[in-house]
DNA sequence: CACGCGACTTGAGACAGATCAATGCCTTGC
DNA sequence: GCAAGGCATTGATCTGTCTCAAGTCGCGTG
């Protein structure tokens, strides 16, 4: 179900550019900004590591020591409160990453969805080759600009949106980044679990449930199963997110 | 009420690097980022700009050909629904730094709250500037970071706290960011409206003004007038927030 | 194939916060 | 000094979503 990688990838430094040269995610994040002449640069200081699924591998609060860009898999990215009641802020799936903050602990922990791959860069040894690649970091502030538009999105929708936009307004951002095999029905994975999505959309499990079984009454989308969603109208859904996102 | 200028301030382009190198607010700044040797360099792409009470000078979805940065006063930053529900997603104060997007669109409008001064920066001036100060782009990082770990802290409160809890975050959060003349009670002035409060907090204004009411009645604060609050009990504020923000 | 477990769905009732409706209280202008 | 308008507060009621409580489904295991 996952995209398993071709070659066993065990947790070791990298040789060469090879591994980041053929890299599944490279097309879609930051390590892109680095020319294939140049890559070895960048596989030098990278550790492929993979994360178990539901393991942890950043934890809120403890000191940040990496960067991390995930290269297959998805991770849910989550703030909790003391009493246990979680926020996931996103979800981090290939080409994702992780870990920006001038502060010196991590602000939110990550935890593998199935089984997750990523690299890790200790923080001095990407700061070095950043020093060296000012357009690695220029992507960067692209990233994080990016990353900043789509908070602001999610806080609107958060702070004003009702379950139902909230709910079409997820299904409709799923289905923008998910291009691949347009028919005329969509169809989009839901790898998360209904918990994860309530998290997400500041809603409990039965809510994000009564509103998808609603939809699909409103034949608005299809369930074939509870990992997949058929967008049968995306207008409707469009609609009823309230805007674009 | 607002911290005016001590010069009278015009829209134009500024001469030599007096401005800047005077300006109130580069100290909280990213242009602290550049030296006073170099400041000339930045002073020259600087428009000085001011924005009275209540004027938007960012529109969402208006094409982005420009960077602000605030020198004085405070700006709502929202986003709208198509029906008038809004969102706020900050408040921009002295040395806020604004319109960091790659879309060639604005994500967010900004309007002034009482007067705000401001210099504007047209996109590809600013973007010459950056190449030749990598030091400033980096610091342009560094703030995205900073917003970054706000947002998701906010999406925390949005998603998953109670009136109170929220009343009481963003209390402590003003707080933290007035540090000036510290005695044994905190003062801390509330440019904005409840309205405005209510639209941060995904709150409504009677909910958002009785909460405030209660903490009153709890001891907790004190409302001597309508955009000031003393915090009574850190402590207990603290305990109400659920967490740090 | 029965079993058990975890994830999901569905229903009924409760409640935090929204909505609707006065009322109060500054500020401004005449 | 007084009227008017804009915010803010307070009260009464309503409602969307949460909470609590059964089911149901699907899947791996013995």
Redesign the interface.
Known sequence: MLPLPRRPIVVRRLHGAEPCASCDARPNSVCSAIDDRDLERLAAVAVVSKAEPGRAFINEGERATSFFNVTAGTARLF?L???G???I?GFAGAGHFLG????DTY??SAEAIGLVFYCRFARPRLREVLDDF?AL??R???V??????A??????L????TAKERVASFLLARSVETPPCTGPVQRLSLPMTRSDIA?Y??LTIETVSRTLTRLKMDRVIGIPNISDILIHDQHALEALA??GG
Chains 1, 2 share one sequence.
Do not use: H, I, Y
């Open positions: 703030k409160l003391p009493d009641r979680r926020q802020t920006l903050a001038v502060s602000a939110f000012p970091e220029r960067l502030l692209g994080a600009s990016n990353e900043l538009v908070a602001q999105e999610q806080m609107l958060l702070g004003r949106k998290d959309l500041g309230g805007c």
